[in-house]
């Protein structure tokens, strides 16, 4: 007859639950995984079918049980790593969503507004148009699987237990949120600086002849030209987002360092 304790429950389901936690909470916010038309259902079972190939090889904090003060302790701390891991990638993607934002804004479409399907709220179709393309990069470059790759890993050198990221960790990722605005600053500056160019010649014309209808005229030109940027600057878009994702990673990895 087969006796099954208490203990080897817990054991059990300490194996299996935390490395869930951990992949479940990076999902939740990561690129891709994260979006809102990838429905709740999908993404446990996503979670929970990483945590079963991989708990069989991770090691578990011994003499913690689930439910103990401990056990809550190592919960929190595996819900703060994957967020963070998660987190850490998507404001890469935000930053490229800004980018074509305030480029929107230098040519007159920041009126044109849609529901963004990657996070469900209206943003401005240009930031769109850029979140779509590299997130199709994203995914051509095996990404989803380098994030897959980087949370079974970080098992390793960041193994299960109540220290976690530590503080190290948290100012790295606080320091990473300055990509937000150097990034989006990176992918938007030729195209803004262009268009100034072109305001600016704009209103030497109105200078030169008051009677000349800048609004008639102006609006349709700075919007060909706008387009005419974008197109000339798709392919240093791309290679600005892919530089900056190598370094996410390189990120990534020095998070599920210990002291990194």
């Known amino acids: 007859m087969l006796n099954i304790t208490t203990g080897q429950l817990e054991g059990w389901l300490a194996q299996l639950l935390w490395p869930f936690i951990r992949v479940g909470a990076c999902f ?6 994260g979006a809102v038309f990838v429905p709740a259902r999908i993404r446990i079972v996503l979670a929970g079918a990483v945590a079963m190939i991989i708990a069989p090889l991770i090691p ?11 056990g809550i302790v190592v919960t929190l701390q595996q819900i703060i790593i994957g967020i963070a891991i998660g987190f850490s990638l ?19 479409l920041s009126f044109a507004f849609n529901t963004d399907p990657m996070h469900g709220v209206q943003t401005p179709v240009l930031g769109q148009i850029y979140s779509m393309l590299v997130m199709l990069t994203f995914l051509a470059l095996d990404g989803h699987l380098k994030l897959i790759e980087v949370l079974v890993d970080g098992f390793q050198t960041l193994p299960v237990g109540t220290t976690g990221l530590g503080q190290d960790g948290i100012w790295s990722i606080v320091t990473w949120g300055s990509l937000l605005f150097s990034g989006a600053l990176q992918i938007a500056l030729p195209g803004v600086t262009a268009l100034l160019i072109v305001n600016i010649a ?3 014309m109105s200078r030169a002849a008051p009677q000349f209808n800048l609004f008639g005229v102006g609006f349709p030109i700075t919007l060909v030209f706008g387009l005419m940027i974008i197109l000339a600057g798709l392919p240093a878009m791309q ?6 994702l190598a370094d996410a990673f390189d990120l990534l990895r020095k998070l599920s360092t210990p002291g990194s």
Request: cysteine-free; charged content about 0%.
């Open 202 to 204: 704009f209103g030497v």
């Open 239 to 244: 290679n600005t987002f892919v530089h900056l």
């Open 60 to 70: 578990t904090p011994a003499q913690i049980t689930v439910f103990s003060p401990a």
């Open 90 to 108: 998507q404001l890469l993607f935000d930053a490229v969503t800004l980018g074509g934002q305030l480029l929107a804004n230098s040519m007159g």
């Open 28 to 33: 939740m916010v990561a690129p891709a995984f």
